[in-house]
């Protein structure tokens, strides 16, 4: 039997890695015994965070292991082991956990995201003076709870003593319902019209809640008159948020808006290395650029693939190889779709428009060559796995920003007018007929 309070706690890391992989983290190794007695294993872990972190996901799995290790009835609890650096004021009052991984040194920026990088990093340094209201927009899983973590763990690292609130606007909703059914509404409003940094978490839930709309109204106003810092995220533009009164959407608009994109192929494989490395896995090149191929919408598939991979490696208890990847991720690919090339793009296109494609990759800006272009880059962008940079390569060496620009405006295009819709339809399909 372990003796060894350092060999029981890697033995249990051992085991949690290999049946819990999704929450397994590199930084587990700097956790350590603080006391093993009358069937209490306390583990120490660098900060609250990650404490909070471990107590609320990964409780029953290292309590499991801990039992099977020992052969006793453990109790597991985890405390912060260092206590040098002063813990947390307990100014915030944050609904939403922040997660210990969600930092910006964590999070890979490329061009699809780099402009809502920059202003969440230059809002987390001076809170309430650079962009005020920050507005992040896009699609899921592109990284936008992401930034707001890593904005929190940034602005309290500059300044404990910062008094944040960030929440969902689901909980937003929920607790005003509840204020006012529990006659507490000055509380509730004290609670949000008094902090530093107000953040809202996918905005787009106020749609069709009237009251609430109402009340946000109100903390905006009161938030913004003082300086004080709000950030927002949504799934679409400001423009977009149908059924959302249009004095709100006005002032979503005062600061930033920024919206992330889908990354590239070198942003994901790079991704893939991050994430892999946060869970202490080694990656080979080729597997990373294997996965990255494989996954291409979401980041959030892209850590599934991820953890898929580490159960096979740890099943199999070999090294991970691209055959093993292979194999594990083969079947999980169904979709036998046409691999759309960027000529197939130039072709459809130009024959639609009937222009020639050397006009695709000419100067010229007038409408009749500018918008083909633009549909050829918005195309290349939805239709295929290359960089914006790539594409932006393909017609006549313009930059990442001039296709990213691109993109806006066809989007744009889409909402506003029928004509394009159709049009873009048509060549989509025209495109990709096998
Ligand atoms: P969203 O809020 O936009 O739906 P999330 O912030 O929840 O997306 O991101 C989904 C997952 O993808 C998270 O695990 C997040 O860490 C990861 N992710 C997204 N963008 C990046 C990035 N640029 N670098 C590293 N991880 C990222
Ligand atoms: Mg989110």
């Not at 918008?371 to 006549?396: D, K, W």
Request: net charge neutral; proline share 4%; aromatic share 6%.
């Amino acid at each position: 039997m372990m003796q060894d309070t350092a060999e029981i706690l890697s033995a249990i890391i051992a085991r949690v890695r290999t049946s819990d992989p999704v929450n397994c983290r590199s930084w587990f190794d700097d956790l350590l015994v603080t006391e093993f007695a009358g069937g209490l294993l306390q583990i120490g872990c660098p900060d609250d965070v990650k404490a909070q972190y471990l107590q609320d996901r990964c409780l029953p799995v290292f309590t499991q292991s801990a039992q099977s290790i020992t052969g006793h009835l453990v109790t597991v609890e985890f405390v912060v082991a260092n206590r040098v650096s002063p813990a947390r004021p307990d100014t915030s009052m944050s609904a939403v956990k922040l997660h210990p991984d969600y930092t910006f040194d964590n999070f890979v920026v490329g061009p699809c995201n780099r402009l809502a990088h920059a202003s969440c990093v230059a809002v987390s340094h001076s809170p309430g003076t650079t962009y005020n209201p920050l507005f992040l927009y896009g699609n899921v899983g592109l990284g936008k709870t992401h930034l707001l973590h890593a904005v929190c763990h940034e602005a309290l690292r500059q300044r404990p003593s910062i008094s944040v609130q960030f929440l969902s606007c689901e909980s937003f909703v929920n607790r005003f319902i509840a204020a006012i059914e529990q006659g507490t509404i000055a509380d509730f409003q004290r609670a949000l019209r008094t902090v530093d940094l107000l953040i809202i978490d996918d905005i787009q839930f106020l749609r069709e809640r009237e009251q609430s709309q109402e009340e946000f109204f109100h903390t905006f106003n009161a938030l913004y008159n003082n300086h004080k810092q709000i950030i927002l995220t949504s799934d679409s533009a400001p423009s977009d948020l149908a059924k959302l009164e249009e004095r709100l959407i006005s002032r979503f608009k005062w600061g930033l808006v920024t919206r992330l994109d889908a990354p590239g192929y070198e942003t994901r494989v790079a991704i893939v290395q991050k994430k892999a490395g946060l869970r202490g896995l080694q990656l080979s090149e080729e597997i990373a650029q294997f996965i990255a191929r494989q996954v291409h919408a979401n980041i959030r598939e892209l850590e599934g693939a991820l953890t898929i991979l580490y159960a096979t490696a740890a099943t199999a208890n070999e090294p991970l190889t691209l055959p093993m990847a292979q194999q594990a991720l083969g079947h999980q690919q169904p979709q036998r779709e046409k691999q759309v090339t960027i000529t197939d793009i130039i072709n459809a296109v130009t024959r639609y428009y009937n222009i020639r494609p050397a006009d695709l990759l000419s100067k010229r800006r007038s409408q009749s060559i500018a918008l083909p272009r633009q549909v050829c880059m918005y195309l290349a962008r939805n239709l295929t796995r290359h960089s914006l940079e790539e594409i932006g390569g393909h017609f006549g060496g313009r930059d990442h920003s001039t296709v990213l620009h691109a993109c806006d405006k066809i989007d744009q295009l889409l909402q506003s007018d029928p004509t394009t819709r159709s049009q873009l339809a048509e060549l989509t399909d025209a495109i990709q007929q096998p």
